[in-house]
T-cell receptor
Framework: GESVGLHLPTLSVQEGDNSIINCAYS??????FIWYKQESGKGPQFIIDIRSNMDKRQGQRVTVLLNKTVKHLSLQIAATQPGDSAVYFCAENPHNNDMRFGAGTRLTVKP | NAGVMQNPRHLVRRRGQEARLRCSPMKGHSHVYWYRQLPEEGLKFMVY????????ESGMPKERFSAEFPKEGPSILRIQQVVRGDSAAYFC????????????FGSGTQLSVL
């Protein structure tokens, strides 16, 4: 089965607040991780990635944190906006280019 | 540079018919992946192909399902003798021939089996 899982299936935040979405992975051989955003009726869209030689990477309003010791990945979204409402997936790449996805977290932003 | 193109966008089949889903990768991408997604669920890996080769089909059912990525033309996911349980969104993704790189996804094909 898939080796990537998520702690929270749903997350509701107030507009303007920061969001944190968590992900656990079980394959210690994984050394490349990606966060995707999927809006209703659309395909997943790349947000940010991180390799195992890093523990933090920042993008525009998003930060990914990687804790290899406990095999945990998180996505932080600063100043969450209504347009951030979507399902967020983490994915890992343990070998070759075989990307495996977690179950996803639905983020709802309240105005 | 067009993105990953999937067609049809919606496909309706009756039980027992065949479904053929097409995926044209981004220009320059030689790797194609197929994923299946049920409502309110995650993406389940099905198969990973390079041109004319199946690299990993561990997520694809052994019966009724097949995939190909010919030298010329799109990748095809074929489902024979469809059953109601095959109803799902099928997403295709592509990537360049670079190890451990992000995948680019198409908009998916929604298969409905009546």
């Amino acid at each position: 089965g898939e080796s990537v899982g998520l702690h929270l299936p749903t997350l509701s935040v107030q507009e303007g607040d920061n969001s944190i979405i968590n992900c656990a992975y079980s394959n210690s051989a994984s050394d490349y991780f990606i966060w995707y955003k999927q809006e209703s009726g659309k395909g997943p869209q790349f947000i940010i990635d991180i390799r195992s030689n890093m523990d933090k990477r920042q993008g525009q309003r998003v930060t990914v944190l990687l804790n290899k010791t406990v095999k945990h990945l998180s996505l932080q979204i600063a100043a969450t906006q209504p347009g951030d409402s979507a399902v967020y997936f983490c994915a890992e790449n343990p070998h070759n280019n075989d990307m495996r996805f977690g179950a996803g977290t639905r983020l709802t932003v309240k105005p | 540079n067009a993105g990953v193109m999937q067609n049809p966008r919606h496909l309706v089949r009756r039980r027992g018919q065949e479904a053929r889903l097409r995926c044209s990768p981004m220009k320059g991408h030689s790797h194609v992946y197929w994923y299946r997604q049920l409502p309110e669920e995650g993406l389940k890996f099905m198969v990973y192909l390079q041109k004319e080769n199946i690299i990993d089909e561990s997520g694809m059912p052994k019966e009724r399902f097949s995939a190909e990525f010919p030298k010329e033309g799109p990748s095809i996911l074929r489902i024979q003798q469809v059953v109601r349980g095959d109803s799902a969104a099928y997403f295709c993704a592509s990537s360049p021939p670079i190890p451990q790189t992000k995948l680019f996804f198409g908009s998916g094909t929604q298969l409905s089996v009546l």
